[in-house]
Structure formats: structure tokens, C-alpha cells
């Protein structure tokens, strides 16, 4: 049989013509997929936008806060985070906050649809906080990225107006800081009760550094300055330090020295990576370190110590390398200013040292008026006479506490019959 008898016979063959349909559909399917594809690649490249955030990111919790936000109502798939604390008198506050549970949401901002994904990668964890680690991936139509700017800034500015007229605590978390607790209402700082002068003379300082940046770049001298607040336990050191974060609007960073997993290291980086515009307590640095004891120093367990993972000249090298660019204070606060190593209160690592003492006469006479509003002033010289009268000084905590036991009665606070008497008579 020749070619040209051999073709057409062929062609007449149902079966080959049936599988050469078939091989042909096969091939025109594959292309229209290949060819979808190939258009869904480009449409995604052309046509949206996609925003990916990680949980290591700043924005990230903003972000969930944002979503709920913006979609509490039409959501129905949460996760809850909640925030507990424990006050000292025993009470208990708890806040739970919702956020988008790990999956797909949708929702329209600014006339655009919004395609929310939030995964959770269960084999992979934040080495620092050890939670699982998270993406949130937003897509958008079109090439608008200005929609993911202004998302972006509208959640921060909603997480932060949250904390306003807060201050924000935070505690060390890995190599990184995280926030304690809830933010707490200011304090004011007229409510701590110092000495005449003290609350000035520290304020005045503080601001004097934090607006004069420029005069220490050009004199070259680093842009630094350490203070110390020392006196007997009660007396107002921590209060102030916290209604000075208040008035200044900054957060405190609160560093334990005497954290086991703190090493010379990781204090370098938490002090270096501090919130900006924070200050960065060192509260009990006597406890910490007392007059430099080697054996404390290397962890002597047969001198009846345990080891301290910071050493001392870790602590100084640390504090020498506290350049405040960022607009950051180091306070320190102890109980035993003798205690200390002269190395440490030098000037350049502590620059400030105040007092804060027992209270005084004039700290007494603004107590009983602060406590008896009604009172006349010389009834407060009379209830300062009084305590200075038993020979004894006492904290501010200490008064507080014995004037709670009188609140509604402020002629029961006098101690001795003729104060009482006398007191009664003028009002
Ligand atoms: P310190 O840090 O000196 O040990 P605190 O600031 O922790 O003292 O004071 C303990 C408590 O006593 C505070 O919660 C506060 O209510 C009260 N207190 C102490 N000193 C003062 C003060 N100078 N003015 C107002 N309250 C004070």
C-alpha cells in the first residue's frame, strides 16, 4: 500500500480518528489552563495589591485591632487575648480583646474589598516570645497602595489613642520589651508629696536634658545623663518616678538586675532597644550590686551567693553605651546609697543623686491638708507638731497609712489629748 492509499484509510479508521479527537481536547484543555493561569499570575501582578505583615512587626497587633475594629460585627471567627492583673490589694482586672481568628475575612474600606488571610505557622515560633509565628497577608483590587498607608495609620492611630494619658510599662521579653499589664492612668505628678523643692529640682533637670539635645552634639559630649533617687523604703521613689513618665508622656522599661536570665549581653540590647521616649528604671541597684564583692561577681555559691549572669562591669559598660538618641532616661532607685559602688555614682553614669527622705515637716503639713481638704493650715502645723513630737521620722507610706485609719474624721488623727482638744476648738 502506498502513502496516498495509506492516508485516507487512516483517516477513515474510527479509532484513530476518536483518540486523535480526544489527544486533541486533552491538548486544548491544558492550554486553556495553562493559559488561565498564566492570566491569574498576571492579573494578580497588574491588577491587586498584597500587603504582608509579620507578627515580629511593629504594626502587627495594631493591625488585628484595627480588623476587629472595622469588622466586629460581620466577623464571627475570634480569637480572644486576654489581659490579666492582679493588684496588691487583691483585686483582679481582666480585659479580653478580640481579634480575627487565623484564616480568611473580607471587608470594604474606602469602597475597596479587602481580602484579609491570617496564618499561623505552628512549626515555627517567635524565638523571643515562643508564639507560634503568624503572617496577615491583605490583598487588594487595583494598584492603589495608598489604601494600605492609610489603613496602616489608622491603626496606629487607634492603638495609640488608646493608651492616651496612659502610662505604658514594660518588662524585658527575650531580646526584646513587652508591654506589662494594662497602661496605666497618669499619675499626676503633683500628688506625690516631696520635699520643698525636690519634684522641681529633678523636673526642671529632665526637661533641661530632653530639650537641649543640640547643645551636647556640639559640644560633643554623649547625650546621656543617669539619675539616682535614694532614701529609706515608703518614701516616694518609684511614685515619682512614675508620675514623672506621666507628666514627661513617656513609658517605663523596668530592668530586673537581679533576673537570672539576664546576661551582660542582653542588657547591652534591651537598653539599646528600648521604646523610644521611655525612661529605663534600674529599681534596688543595691541589691543587685553592692560595694564591688568578687565573689558575688563570679557567683561563688560556697560564699553563700548565687550566681548574677550581669556583672558589674557589664552593668557600667552598659550604661557608658546608653546614648540617649532616642530620647531615653536611666533612673536608678536604692535603699542603701552606701551600699553602692563609687564606680557606679560617678557623674556621666549617675549625674543627678537626690534624697528622698522621711517625710518632713512641710511633707507632713501637705499630707493632713491633702487627706482634710477642709482643715485649716494651722491645724496641719498642729498634726505635724505632733508627729515631730515623738521624736521619730517616718515615711510618707507609713503616714498614709496611719491617716487612712481617720479618714472621715480628721480630729481623731491627733494623737495626744491637747492636740485634740486644741484642734477641736478650731474647728
Ligand atoms: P519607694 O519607692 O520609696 O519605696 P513608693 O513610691 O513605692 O516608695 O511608695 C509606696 C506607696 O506609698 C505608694 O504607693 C504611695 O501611695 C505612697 N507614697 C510613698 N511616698 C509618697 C509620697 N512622697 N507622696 C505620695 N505618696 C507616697
Not at 145 to 172: N, W
Not at 230 to 242: H, R
Amino acid at each position: 500500500m502506498t502513502i496516498s492509499e495509506f492516508l485516507p484509510a487512516l483517516a477513515e479508521n474510527p479509532y484513530f480518528s476518536a483518540g486523535f479527537g480526544l489527544v486533541g481536547v486533552g491538548t486544548g484543555l491544558a492550554i486553556m489552563r495553562k493559559g488561565m493561569q498564566f492570566g491569574f499570575v498576571m492579573f494578580r501582578r497588574h491588577c491587586m495589591v498584597t500587603l504582608e505583615v509579620t507578627s515580629k512587626d511593629k504594626s502587627y497587633e495594631w493591625l488585628l485591632q484595627w480588623m476587629i475594629q472595622k469588622q466586629a460585627k460581620q466577623t464571627q471567627h475570634l480569637s480572644v487575648f486576654t489581659t490579666f492583673q492582679q493588684h496588691e490589694t487583691g483585686k483582679v482586672n481582666a480585659q479580653f480583646d478580640f481579634t480575627p481568628s487565623p484564616g480568611t475575612h473580607f471587608l470594604k474600606y474606602k469602597k475597596n474589598w479587602l481580602r484579609i488571610e491570617r496564618q499561623r505557622d505552628q512549626g515555627m515560633r517567635d524565638l523571643a516570645s515562643g508564639l507560634p509565628w503568624e503572617t496577615v497577608t491583605l490583598t487588594s483590587l487595583g494598584r492603589n497602595k495608598e489604601i494600605f498607608y492609610s489603613m496602616l495609620h489608622e491603626a496606629k492611630t487607634l492603638a495609640l489613642s488608646k493608651q492616651e494619658g496612659k502610662t505604658v510599662m514594660y518588662i524585658p521579653m527575650g531580646p526584646d520589651w513587652r508591654q506589662f499589664g494594662f497602661p496605666r492612668q497618669h499619675r499626676p505628678i503633683s500628688s506625690v508629696i516631696l520635699d520643698d523643692g525636690v519634684s522641681e529640682r529633678i523636673l526642671n533637670d529632665v526637661r533641661e536634658f530632653i530639650f537641649n539635645k543640640k547643645w551636647y552634639i556640639d559640644r560633643g559630649i554623649p547625650y546621656r545623663r543617669g539619675y539616682l533617687l535614694y532614701g529609706p523604703p515608703g518614701c516616694g521613689k518609684s511614685s515619682f518616678i512614675t508620675a514623672l513618665a506621666g507628666e514627661l508622656q513617656y513609658s517605663i522599661c523596668i530592668m530586673n538586675l537581679g533576673d537570672r536570665t539576664l546576661s551582660d549581653d542582653r542588657l547591652t540590647h534591651l537598653m539599646s532597644v528600648a521604646p523610644q521616649q521611655s525612661i529605663i528604671l534600674l529599681e534596688d541597684i543595691d541589691a543587685a550590686f553592692s560595694k564591688r564583692d568578687d565573689d558575688k561577681m563570679t557567683g561563688n555559691k560556697a560564699a553563700g551567693y548565687y550566681p548574677n549572669y550581669v556583672t558589674f562591669s557589664g552593668l557600667l559598660n552598659c550604661l557608658d553605651g546608653v546614648v540617649s538618641t532616642e530620647e531615653r532616661l536611666v533612673f536608678m532607685t536604692t535603699n542603701y546609697l552606701e551600699r553602692l559602688d563609687s564606680a557606679l555614682i560617678r557623674p556621666g553614669r549617675i549625674d543627678l543623686k537626690q534624697i528622698i527622705d522621711k517625710a518632713s515637716v512641710s511633707q507632713l503639713i501637705q499630707m493632713f491638708l491633702r487627706f482634710y481638704p477642709h482643715m485649716k493650715h494651722s491645724d496641719a502645723v498642729l498634726f505635724s507638731k505632733t508627729v515631730s513630737d515623738t521624736n521619730q521620722r517616718y515615711s510618707v507610706a507609713q503616714i498614709q497609712g496611719y491617716l487612712m485609719q481617720f479618714k472621715q474624721d480628721a480630729v481623731a488623727a491627733f494623737d495626744d489629748n491637747v492636740s485634740y482638744n486644741s484642734c477641736k476648738s478650731q474647728t
